[in-house]
């Protein structure tokens, strides 16, 4: 069962009058989903606060900032290839580190 519909059945048993330790003890015996009463109070909260739909928030990045882009890399294994050169000569070509040269 998701996240969502779990915190819905906890607030429905949170309209019928029911405390929080009351449903944590029932949402373990219907779901078998264990959860302390601290995080029952943090869900009491965020609902009374704000606008929200039961749903976790993205921890994904905002931006995500990549040093090397494929035409970098491609430039590199390109000029390694017709020289043979190494990472520590290839630096001097580039402006990455050594260690992102040899990563590529």
């Known amino acids: 069962m998701k996240k969502e519909e779990i915190r819905k059945e906890f ?7 029911h405390t929080n330790n009351q449903c944590r003890k029932i949402l373990l ?4 989903y264990q959860i302390c009463k601290r ?3 943090r869900w009491n909260k965020k609902l009374n606060t704000n ?3 039961l749903k976790d928030e ?3 990045p ?3 900032h990549l ?8 430039n590199i294994l390109d000029l390694r290839n017709k020289t043979g050169f190494g990472e520590n000569k290839l630096k001097d070509y580039f402006e990455v580190s050594h260690t992102s040269i040899n990563k590529i």
């Open 11 to 17: 607030f429905k048993l949170k309209i019928k009058g």
């Open 67 to 74: 040093k090397i882009d494929l035409v970098l890399e491609n």
């Open 51 to 53: 606008e929200w739909d």
């Open 29 to 32: 015996a219907q779901f078998g």
């Open 39 to 41: 995080t029952l109070q």
């Open 62 to 64: 905002k931006n995500i």
């Open 58 to 60: 993205s921890t994904r």
